[in-house]
């Protein structure tokens, strides 16, 4: 019988257990993450890395006090240099591509209203394209060299122009307008290559390291060719470069075919024209059919190489705009150039209604699978989430065109306004006149609807006030007034975030209406302003205001965004205010719009499982990874990439989670009830802390589960004491969505989801290829040899 030394020799070592630390919105260090000064890179790069700190490199056992723990820092994902805030002027992009994702979930049978929810998103986004074109168009073509360099007096303002302007070879309309189709043509081009370069770094990142061999109905988000969003990037990149290449085309057509059906157009010209019009109209065709048979492969990794149609029509848009140049440049003598550019008033109303009429087509689609989702399965604003948020990029899109056009228009005739008697140009389209109008109405739509928040969040705060104390329980001390109003506010406060759904609606559907009265104003071919003339002192005055006061702000707009963004990527409290909503937006797949910023997810959640997948295959150990806000939706989407043997030695602990209250009202098909308790089901190790006082997290409200354990531990208290005591002699903050790790409760909920991940049954993993399999005979969980 052997010794108690030699019984000991034999026992194998405890596993080896890390906590993989996620960090939330405006990202941190790898330092504070770590609560260490010194830390060491484990693998990754300069955008994306894991960390551990110098002093504790070594895999070891748990701890509850002080465990291992490994930091993964992403916010180079999303933040960096302050050129990276013009990514801000693409945001309709970014918005019209969250509409793709928030399609109701309607379970089975719906198969075919999904395919036209996506195509209706696919066919905004391409609007969105030609509208930005179109107002690069509008200030290249219509402002500058068509009205102001045909006109002497602007052109004696502006001696940049002297070399187009007067009686030069490059003074004929059509040769200015050739030369000023540069800038047009330059966008879409750079819009391509920031497609292609965020591509290459972002959608090209690798699938899962061992696909989930499971069957059967699964969540969207844990099939292997989710994340991998490559192909389907590439194709619509290749239709919208085509788009904004046809819309210059298109254009400069439109331009010179009123001359060329004239007394004094050239025959030859004008069958040229023709010709080149049929092929732009082919191309549009081409474009459009595009939309319809591009689609997110989500059941495996989209390596299906691009038809020889996508590949060549990008090319082939461009030999025709080559054409089109050359034959708009062509000798026209007595061509004059005065007014507005022909045709080019009809594009806005005629893109207006376009989009009115696919935002109305997504809202009937959206509502017809919103009354086919079981009820405890909806989503926000009764399914109509979508379309909202598309109408919203829509009319965003529209206040950035204008507002770009307008500072143009007064840039280059400064002495008075675009129109008016005495002006060197006429101005921008008559369009754009009337959106400026309607602007302040929306503002006024936002602000009323802002008060009646404030109004509720203050009643809400008065009775709230009067229970803060009995919260307190264990606390001696007399209730302060002043104190509990001060935390029942904050809750209050908190709670604005799910009023959200109904602002958006509302601001999404004043702009529909006002979108109806912008394009029935415009076709009177006068401004709002000239139409108010005959109209008594008030209402005519009322109208000056609205669209002098609108004007001004869609200039000032342009700026303001570009200051915001550049503010928020250079200091970190800015950062936060306007990250939720940025990383929001960045975490879908482009599986709608190219050109919007890239999706940060599609490198960061193969970055994480990668790494809990070949951490737990080489050490057998059991790891908890761990979330706050953003990064707590970054963690449940890579543990629904792992397969089975790797999840049973995973847990998960999420604090200041949007899961349930962002992403699963605004993200049903993704995020709902549904899917959050098949997350539980694969993870029962899973615990998520949230304090009412939190406008970012809440309860993920998934119940029981195969060890019966509620996921959700809250409200917890804050402040964490009500008073003052021995141990906290001076007041405690509100801490609301930050430092959750401070909360003793943290450590003590960490400390027992590890316990039940230990007792967890676990069975080897599938061996990766050229791995061997594991040892059958070492017992399941133990990291001996």
């Not at 699978?369 to 989430?385: D, F, K, M, N, S």
């Not at 929306?442 to 802002?450: I, P, W």
């Not at 990439?641 to 949007?658: E, F, K």
């Not at 006082?693 to 809250?714: A, F, H, N, R, S």
Request: charged share 15%.
């Amino acid at each position: 019988m052997g010794t108690a030394d030699e019984t000991a020799s034999t026992v194998p070592p405890p596993d080896p257990a890390v906590e993989l630390l996620v960090h939330g919105v405006g990202g941190t260090t790898p330092q504070a993450m770590l609560e260490s000064a010194w830390t060491a890179r484990v693998t990754g790069d300069g955008t994306a890395s894991l960390h551990r700190s110098t002093d504790d490199t070594d895999d070891r056992p748990w701890d509850d006090e002080r465990p291992l723990r490994e930091a993964y820092c992403w916010s180079g994902l999303t933040s960096g240099n302050g050129a990276r805030a013009l990514w801000l002027l693409l945001l309709p992009f970014m918005i019209v591509n969250l509409a793709h994702w928030m399609c109701p979930t309607a379970p089975g049978g719906t198969r075919h209203a999904h395919r036209l929810y996506a195509i209706l998103v696919r066919l905004a986004a391409v609007s969105l394209t030609v509208l930005l074109t179109a107002g690069a168009c509008v200030v290249a073509l219509d402002l500058i060299a068509w009205q102001c360099a045909g006109s002497p007096l602007c052109a004696d303002r502006a001696s940049w122009l002297d070399p187009v302007s007067g009686e030069g070879w490059w003074a004929q309309p059509g040769r200015r307008l050739a030369l000023a189709a540069l800038l047009p043509t330059a966008l879409a081009v750079l819009l391509w290559w920031l497609s292609h370069r965020t591509w290459s770094a972002y959608e090209s990142a690798s699938p899962p390291v061992r696909p989930r061999p499971d069957g059967g109905r699964r969540a969207a988000l844990s099939l292997p060719g989710f994340w991998y969003g490559r192909r389907l990037v590439s194709r619509l990149r290749a239709s919208h470069t085509t788009a904004a290449l046809l819309t210059v085309a298109t254009a400069l057509l439109a331009a010179s075919e009123p001359f060329d059906t004239s007394a004094y157009g050239s025959p030859v010209l004008h069958g040229t024209g023709i010709a080149l019009l049929v092929l732009a109209v082919a191309g549009w065709g081409v474009v459009v059919a595009q939309q319809f048979v591009a689609e997110h492969i989500e059941q495996e990794p989209d390596e299906r190489p691009d038809s020889p149609v996508t590949r060549l029509l990008p090319s082939a848009a461009a030999v025709l705009l080559a054409a089109v140049v050359v034959h708009t440049a062509w000798d026209r003598p007595r061509w004059i150039s005065g007014g507005r550019l022909p045709a080019g008033g009809g594009t806005f109303p005629a893109l207006m209604i376009l989009q009115g009429v696919l935002v109305v087509g997504l809202a009937l689609t959206a509502f017809w699978l919103h009354r086919h989702t079981p009820r405890r399965e909806r989503g926000a604003l009764h399914g109509l989430g979508g379309p909202a948020v598309a109408m919203l990029a829509c009319g965003l899109a529209g206040i950035l065109t204008g507002g770009i056009a307008d500072r143009v228009a007064d840039w280059l005739d400064p002495a008075a306004a675009p129109g008016e008697d005495g002006s060197a140009i006429t101005g921008p389209p008559v369009v754009l006149s009337w959106e400026a109008a309607v602007i302040p109405v929306v503002l006024a739509v936002v602000v009323c609807l802002a008060a009646a928040a404030a109004l509720r969040t203050r009643r809400l705060a008065r009775d709230l006030t009067p229970g803060v104390r009995d919260r307190y329980p264990d606390e001696t001390c007399v209730p302060l007034r002043e104190r509990s109003a001060r935390i029942a506010t904050s809750v209050a406060r908190a709670r604005l975030t799910d009023s959200a759904p109904a602002l958006v609606g509302w601001v999404a559907g004043a702009c529909l209406v006002l979108g109806m009265a912008v394009v029935g104003g415009s076709l009177t071919g006068e401004s709002p302003t000239e139409l108010a003339k005959d109209m008594p002192a008030f209402p005519a005055a009322l109208v000056d205001i609205c669209q002098g006061l609108g004007s001004w702000l869609m200039g000032a707009g342009v700026i303001l965004l570009l200051a915001v963004g550049r503010r928020a990527y250079s200091d970190s409290g800015a950062r936060r205010t306007v990250g939720i909503l940025w990383d929001i937006g960045t975490f879908w797949p482009r599986a709608a719009h190219p050109f919007a910023p890239p999706c940060y997810a599609e490198r960061a959640i193969p970055d994480l499982s990668w790494r809990m997948s070949t951490w737990v295959d080489a050490t057998s150990g059991r790891l908890i990874i761990s979330g706050h806000s953003q990064g707590s939706v970054l963690a449940a989407a890579a543990v629904w990439q792992l397969d089975a043997a790797t999840r049973a030695r995973v847990g998960m602990l999420t604090y200041g989670s949007p899961l349930e209250r962002l992403y699963g009202r605004w993200f049903p098909a993704y995020f709902g009830p549904a899917a959050l308790r098949s997350l539980h089901q694969d993870v029962p190790c899973w615990r998520n802390l949230w304090r009412a006082t939190d406008p970012i997290g809440g309860p993920v409200l998934v119940l029981g589960g195969p060890e019966q354990i509620p996921v959700d531990k809250g409200p917890l208290p804050d402040p964490l004491f009500y008073g003052r005591n021995l141990l906290r002699p001076l007041p405690e903050p509100v801490l609301g969505h930050g430092d959750y790790q401070e909360d003793p409760a943290f450590v003590t909920e960490r400390a027992a989801l590890f316990r039940r991940l230990v007792r967890r049954r676990v069975t080897p993993p599938i061996p990766l290829p050229g791995q061997p399999a594991p040892d059958s005979g070492r017992p399941a969980g133990t990291g001996g040899p």
